[in-house]
């Protein structure tokens, strides 16, 4: 539990919020491990061997270290600007975007973007996507015709942790 809270925090620091820890990003989303460690141990308690075990038990993989351990970063999922080096490659002909019944109205008409976020996060199975979707309220899952897409030249991208990427989901290529 401990770990969770110290996790969702790391997250915080390495997507979205690295100021909060007087942690920078380099263009590539690298935090150097020192910084993160100091800035984290201005409000809680971390150490090395505790991040190390965060790394390797995060039930999600959101984050990784460099070879050296030096630098860590968070795999997907940011809204600063940086370059994960994400693997762009052909996606199955059916990924699942999973959402809150709340936002339907406004995807019906728009289709999914991005929001705060550098990609679209979509799933490879049913259930994850309503995992997903529980996070925003009574759960909806969206089926997404990604191989309809690739072929009509959109790109896709798959993280380190599995979870697929895209820029955009225009409406037509949306079912429920
Ligand atoms: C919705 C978690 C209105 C979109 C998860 C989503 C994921 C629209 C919400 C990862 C819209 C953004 C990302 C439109 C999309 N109108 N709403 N046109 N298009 N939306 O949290 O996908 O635990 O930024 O459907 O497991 O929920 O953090 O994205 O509901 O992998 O590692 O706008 O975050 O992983 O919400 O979640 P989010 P998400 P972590």
């Known amino acids: 539990m401990r770990n969770d809270s110290l996790s969702k925090y790391i997250s915080l620091i390495l997507r979205h919020h690295p100021e909060i820890a007087d942690v920078t990003l380099d263009s590539h989303g690298w935090a150097k491990v020192s910084d993160l ?62 959402t809150g019944e709340k936002f339907t109205k406004s995807i019906n008409a728009e289709g999914l973007n991005s929001g705060t976020r550098l990609y679209v996060h979509l799933s490879g199975d049913y259930d994850t996507a309503v995992k997903v979707g529980r996070r925003h309220g009574k759960p909806v899952v969206y089926v997404v015709k990604s191989g309809e897409m690739f072929r009509e030249g959109y790109k896709f991208f798959r993280s380190v942790n599995g979870v697929w990427l895209t820029k955009e989901v225009p409406v037509n290529y949306l079912a429920d």
């Open 37 to 98: 460690i100091a800035g984290i141990n201005k409000t809680r308690h971390i150490d090395m061997a505790m991040l190390e075990e965060i790394v390797a038990n995060d039930k999600k993989g959101r984050y990784s270290f460099s070879e050296d351990k030096k630098y860590i970063r968070a795999n997907q999922g940011h809204s600063i600007n940086v370059d994960v080096e994400l693997e762009e490659c052909e996606p199955p002909e059916i990924l699942y975007h999973g």
